[in-house]
């Protein structure tokens, strides 16, 4: 029992999902822009040793969040049904 905005939500919220579980390029360049962008907000409060062992972790290609995903497209299909 949820309105046409929260079908849409779920659907926006598992298509997502899906390409973060199936395209592992689009996590790790997130992860990579989001540690540069932690760098240049904040130079001063990490110290500068600190800051240069930080190392570049590769990730591995998560496929529960694809099956999540498809879980949250499911259940949003289905309660939208049941209105």
């Known amino acids: 029992m949820i309105s046409p905005a929260q079908f849409v939500n779920g659907i926006w919220m598992g298509i997502v999902l899906i390409a973060l579980g199936l395209l592992p390029v689009l996590l790790q360049s997130l992860t990579d822009s989001l540690r540069k962008f932690t760098r240049t907000i904040t130079p001063i409060a990490i110290p ?24 949250i497209i499911a259940a949003s299909f289905a309660l939208y049904l049941a209105t």
Do not use: I
């Not at 570049?56 to 529960?64: D, E, S, T």
């Open 48 to 71: 500068t040793r600190l800051r240069n062992q930080t190392q570049q972790v590769p990730l591995k290609q998560q496929p529960w969040l694809a099956m999540l995903g498809a879980a």
